[in-house]
């Protein structure tokens, strides 16, 4: 892919990330397929009928474990509506985590690009080396752009 739609995808992205209600990191992601079709997007957020107040939100303990990250839901919609993400190309906001990184790979996804996210929060830094490291392992090229 080119690097002009790399950045529209990553774009489009950021935008949908907007659309999470976590009042402390918003991630999207953007699902494409070989021909640039876009076969699935997902935002950060709780899963369709949990309610989503502020109590929840503002609440770490509460919020983890109820929390569906961006890529999953992208992942859990195109299954939802009956989408392949067999050899797609995942253009998200934010590093994959271990957890997503492992969806990604089992959904299929043959590629995973992100920006430039800057610092790393410390306390994230070892679940990215393991995802990057379980992404290469697995064939899954990975790109910072």
Request: net charge negative; glycine share 6%.
């Amino acid at each position: 892919m080119s690097e002009k739609w790399d950045f529209r995808f990553i774009e489009l992205a950021r935008h949908i990330a907007l659309w999470s209600k976590d009042p402390s990191t918003k991630v999207g992601c953007v699902v494409v397929g070989e021909d640039r079709e876009i076969r699935s997007t997902g935002f950060n957020g709780f899963p369709r009928g949990i309610d989503d107040d502020e109590d929840r939100l503002l609440d770490r303990d509460k919020k983890y474990p109820l929390i569906c990250h961006a890529e999953e839901n992208a992942i859990m919609h195109a299954a939802r509506i009956g989408v392949s993400l067999k050899n797609s190309t995942a253009y998200v906001t934010w590093p994959p985590c271990s957890r997503c990184a492992r969806s990604l790979i089992q959904a299929g996804v043959k590629e995973v690009v992100y920006p430039d996210a800057g610092e790393i929060p410390e306390r994230w830094q070892e679940d990215f080396n393991i995802s990057n490291a379980m992404m290469k392992e697995a064939g899954v090229n990975v790109r910072c752009i």
